[in-house]
């Protein structure tokens, strides 16, 4: 379920339990597909996400951590960007503040992909930039909607 958090526009994702997941193919005709990078620590949850949105069509690029989201961010310009909050290095928050400094990255989508769950986290991550908020473990169909939601 998609519940409006009524502030900002942050869409929250929250995890209702398990479902069967069959991802729909997008119909991008000719054109490209949506560049979507993913960052997390995490490997078999950027493994996970990557796989649910290459299979809906997507391009999706990964990173480890904020600092090498951010590198891959000033080198290609993403349609939607999924990150992590609690990472070495540089986490979630501080990679949303840095990506919106950038004028290329004022009105690109951003996503908190976390086990964060409390109001205050989420007030943060809304002062800092995020666009959403989707609480892990995710349910696949309900990440396809957000993204379908933001990026089309």
Sequence with gaps: MIVPTGTAGLVEAVHMGPCV????????????PKKILTVDDSASIRQMVSFTLKSAGYDVAEAVDG????SKAQGTQFDLVLTDQNMPGMDGLTLIRSLRKQPSYNATPILMLTTESSDQMKALGRAAGASGWLVKPFDPQKLLDVVKRLVG
């Design 21 to 32: 997941f069959q991802p729909e193919s997008l119909d991008s005709g000719n054109a490209m």
């Design 67 to 70: 600092n090498a989201g951010l």
